[in-house]
């Protein structure tokens, strides 16, 4: 039946491309996406396809049974957009004021209730159930996975995958890794509590800028000096906010970032070896500090049998050329949280823009709609591999 599926996406290609750009116009920020997620059902409700509403939040859970055995496999589809300015002049362009679709999930909703679409036509020879998991909030911690699943979307489920449609990935590829895959992602926040005053008089001050640029300076040498060069990490400062005018010298300064690791050992060093870095300047500079770290999502683990089959199978994909086994990725998933209770795996579907390329979380950041009908396929390849693969 898998040719006949196909078939099917490929002839909801311009509904689902509308599906895409109405969600890209009407974007909906974390844990807010109660138009979004009615959306969805009302979509599923003209299917016919059995759902739960509200589930862990703003989630939707839609249950398709076929009419031959086989396993119960989850595929999931986030549904939050990002605190951002679109820049594009497109005509689906964002009509909410500082919301966008900045990183795929109006495709990825798109391209899974495209799937539900095909496949309940061809219910009868379906093998086994499709789980279909919309998830709110995957763009903020504490995100829509783990109440999700703490909510049971995954009992009765054998195994679990997903995609991201992914802008730095050529158009007609797949790319993941087996085993660690995307990274765990923290954050963290600093405020330095000096002592204000005029540019005129800096003894009589407790410089925050300074302070916070000392800090910023040091925080580099933990992965330089004290976090073993085999092992990967990440520390940025995204947010350094200090001043209020060319000659007063601040009394405060906040600074913000995130952390990235796949060893929870070396995430463990690196918050240890923070707090002494920023308690040590600011003894030398006689002054206060709030120090706060928020763990984030652990990192994506692909299970490699999984990960493997996706790999091999990707490529009967109609429209995927390549398969590629990459280095693991730096950026963050909750869909991690979904693997640490199930088998599965996670992988990017190509969706650049050949000739006009911007990143994701960008203003400017589109897809080529194009990888919709491979994310959508690629998801049902898995789905049928998993079915044939034997314990």
């Known amino acids: 039946m898998k040719e006949t599926v196909f078939q099917a996406i490929d002839e909801l290609y311009d509904e689902i491309i509308n599906i895409r750009r109405y969600l890209h116009q009407h974007p909906e920020l974390s844990f807010q996406e109660k138009k979004t997620s009615q959306y969805i059902v009302d979509y599923y409700e003209r299917l016919g396809i059995p759902y739960q509403a509200n589930v862990g939040g703003y989630g939707v859970v839609a249950t398709l049974k076929g009419g031959r055995p086989g396993k119960t496999i989850a ?5 939050d957009a ?7 002049d497109v005509p689906y362009q964002s ?5 966008m679709h900045a990183c795929g999930h109006d495709g990825h909703t798109a391209s899974l209730l495209g799937l539900a679409k095909a496949l309940v036509k061809h219910q009868n020879d379906l093998p086994g159930t499709v789980v279909f998991l919309h998830q709110p ?3 903020f911690a504490p995100g829509g996975a783990k ?3 703490e909510a049971g979307v995954l009992e009765g489920v054998d195994a679990v995958f997903g995609t991201h449609l992914w802008a730095d990935t050529p158009l007609g590829e797949l790319h993941l890794a087996k085993g660690p895959f995307m990274a765990g992602a923290d954050r963290f926040e600093l405020v330095i509590k000096g002592k204000g005053g005029h540019g005129a008089i800096p003894h009589q001050t407790k410089d925050a800028i300074v302070i916070g640029a000392q800090i910023v300076n040091q925080l580099q040498t933990i992965l330089s000096r004290r976090i ?9 400062i995204g947010k350094f906010e200090a001043g209020q005018a060319f000659n007063i010298i601040a009394g405060t300064a906040k600074l913000s970032g995130t952390v990235r690791t796949f060893d929870s050992n070396v995430q463990h060093s690196i918050m240890e070896e923070m707090e002494k870095i920023i308690k040590g300047v600011c003894i030398a500079f006689d002054t206060d500090y709030e120090f706060q770290y ?11 049998r999984e990960a493997d089959m996706i790999l091999k199978n990707g490529i009967q994909v109609p429209g995927i050329n390549r398969t590629v086994e990459i280095e693991p990725t730096m950026t963050g998933e909750d869909f991690a949280y979904y693997l640490m209770e199930r088998p599965g795996a ?7 823009i050949e000739g006009r390329h911007y990143p994701h979380h960008h203003p400017k950041f589109d897809i080529d709609e194009r990888a919709l009908l491979h994310a959508s396929k690629a998801l049902f390849q898995a789905y049928l591999s998993y079915q044939a693969l034997t314990e």
């Open 75 to 79: 595929l999931r589809a986030d549904f």
């Open 82 to 88: 990002l605190p951002i300015q679109e820049e594009n």
């Open 95 to 99: 009509t909410v004021p500082g919301v």
């Open 137 to 139: 909030a995957e763009e």
């Open 147 to 149: 109440p999700m699943i």
């Open 228 to 236: 073993d060069p085999l092992k990967t990490a990440v520390v940025s």
């Open 294 to 304: 928020f763990k984030g999502y652990p990192p994506v683990l692909n299970h490699e």
């Open 346 to 352: 996670f992988f990017f579907t190509g969706a650049q």
